[in-house]
């Protein structure tokens, strides 16, 4: 009889454990799944992938999603990296970076009952929701700051590529400069590469020694390289992406965020909270928290030009002031 009793204990306590990894294994089906396809340095370029990467870790963490990730290294090709995250049963597939437009359709159209969204590029196809930034306008505040800050009269602006989105960037921060100190120069140019910090760090002592004396990159990790050559030639630099004060505290006086770990947390929670993705495009800027500046440090502004800069701000707000794109 004890032998009886012992035996369906154990079968208790096996049923038990079963339905106990049942319920695990549904929640888990139940759980949003997220996959993501970085840009092309991917992890550890201290700017946009790594921005992205954060936003989706506060999701796992607040929301209780799940996310998965694809890096160009060790997949060879964007395309591959979408069609495995498809595979992979992710309810929604993202594309991180211009870069992946092409392969991102090319997995798209094979697979229209997907949901996929596009970071910092707009496509036309029905399941792909496209997030922009108006990086235009946090660039123009970078450049209204960099003005302010220079005693040469010449900064410079590194981009990544030449291509219409980094245009974006330099052409919001020429604008700025020269809102606030119209007789500065700015000198520009273009590394084609995202992932250069030693290409960074020699474009950047060639600007020096031109004299400029705020440089602004948007060029992801070769921007970093940017951002230490000047402060080891005692000049000043300003981040983009996230704050990136803390890559060169001596010489950054602000960052130009682009809060693309708050775009995509938003855009996880709508989706959990909806089972779809309610637009087809969503534009981020100035008035919807998008872009903006860090903390100013290692300079003091002055009162009127604190009140330029808010007054600035607040005018691109309003529309009141407009930027011309190239």
């Known amino acids: ?56 870790v506060k999701a796992r963490d607040e929301l209780d999603i799940l996310f998965d990730y694809r890096e160009l290294q060790t997949v060879g090709t964007y395309e591959k990296g979408f069609t495995e995250l498809v595979e992979d049963g992710n309810d929604i597939v993202i594309g991180l970076g211009f870069m992946v437009l092409e392969d991102l359709e090319k997995v798209a159209k094979k697979n229209p009952k997907q949901q996929f969204i596009l970071v910092d590029s707009v496509s036309e ?37 030449d291509v219409p989105l980094i ?10 400069v020269k809102a606030v100190n119209p007789e500065a120069e700015v000198k520009v140019a273009y590394a084609n590469d995202f992932g250069n910090a030693e290409l960074g760090g020699k474009i950047a002592s060639g600007m020096i020694d031109e004299g400029a004396d705020v440089l602004y990159a948007a060029a992801g990790f070769t921007g970093v390289g940017v951002l230490k050559e000047a402060q080891s030639k005692k000049k000043f630099a300003i981040g983009v992406d996230s704050d990136q004060y803390f890559f060169a505290e001596k010489a950054i006086i602000t960052s130009m965020l682009k809060n693309v770990d708050v775009a995509l947390y938003e855009t996880v929670k709508e989706f959990q909270a909806e089972n779809k993705l309610k637009s087809k495009q969503i534009e981020l ?9 860090a903390p100013i440090r290692v300079i003091k502004l002055t009162a009127e030009q604190e009140k330029s800069l808010e007054d600035l701000e607040a005018k691109l707000s309003s529309n009141e002031l407009s930027i011309q794109l190239d």
């Open 1 to 56: 009889m004890k032998r009886i009793m012992n035996m369906l204990v154990i079968l208790f306590l096996l049923l038990g454990t079963l339905a106990g990894c049942a319920n695990s294994e549904l929640k888990a089906k139940e759980r949003v799944k997220i996959g993501i396809m970085l840009s092309d340095v991917g992890l550890g370029d201290q700017s946009f992938s790594d921005a992205a990467f954060a936003g989706l």
């Open 125 to 161: 196809l029905d399941n792909i929701t496209s997030i922009i930034f108006k990086e235009e306008q946090g660039s123009f505040l970078a450049g209204a700051v960099a003005g302010m800050a220079s005693k040469s009269n010449i900064v410079g602006f590194v981009g990544g590529a």
């Open 167 to 176: 245009h974006k960037f330099k052409a919001g921060f020429e604008q700025g």
């Open 285 to 293: 800027g100035i008035n919807e928290k998008g872009v903006g500046l």
